[in-house]
């Protein structure tokens, strides 16, 4: 289950290995259970792990390109974006999908480097603006 841009096999003792899609961030995340654990330096951030399939199955159905449009969970989340897609009550959960209060944001930052990295989805890595689709 990795690739090229990623390290690890996706555990907590061997976390995988990940950079966000602009190339200045590292990171880890892990499954555990029906969790997805994400860690940022001292900062432990959690998604429900059904996000991978759910986002999978939404890029799929959108057919193109769509911009990340990551930001932090007290800003506002672009329309038309991954992250608003992750917050928005239409989506399968009904909600966010990342599961603790206040650090819930920053999903499109963290996710679609893992979705690439399993073989689901192609991400851009520009310095900025970055979009991804399914494959």
């Known amino acids: 289950m990795t690739s090229p841009s990623s390290q690890g096999s996706g555990t907590r ?3 995988w290995r990940l950079t966000t899609p602009s190339g200045k961030g590292e990171y880890q995340m892990y499954r555990d ?12 951030l959690g998604y429900q792990w059904r996000a991978i399939e759910d986002l999978h199955a939404m890029l799929k159905a959108y057919g193109d390109w769509m911009p990340l449009g ?18 928005s009550a239409d989506n399968p ?3 966010w999908y990342g599961t603790k209060k206040g650090l ?10 893992l979705m690439e990295a399993l ?3 192609e991400v ?3 310095a900025r603006n970055n979009r991804m689709r399914a494959i």
């Open 13 to 15: 003792d061997d976390p």
């Open 33 to 44: 259970g029906d969790a997805l654990v994400c860690q940022v330096g001292s900062t432990t």
């Open 70 to 87: 990551s930001a932090d969970e007290q800003k506002p989340a672009a329309e038309g974006t991954v992250e608003a897609w992750a917050r």
């Open 93 to 95: 959960v009904g909600g």
């Open 104 to 113: 819930r944001g920053r999903f499109a930052n963290y996710v679609p480097p």
């Open 119 to 121: 073989g689901l989805a």
């Open 124 to 126: 851009e890595h520009g």
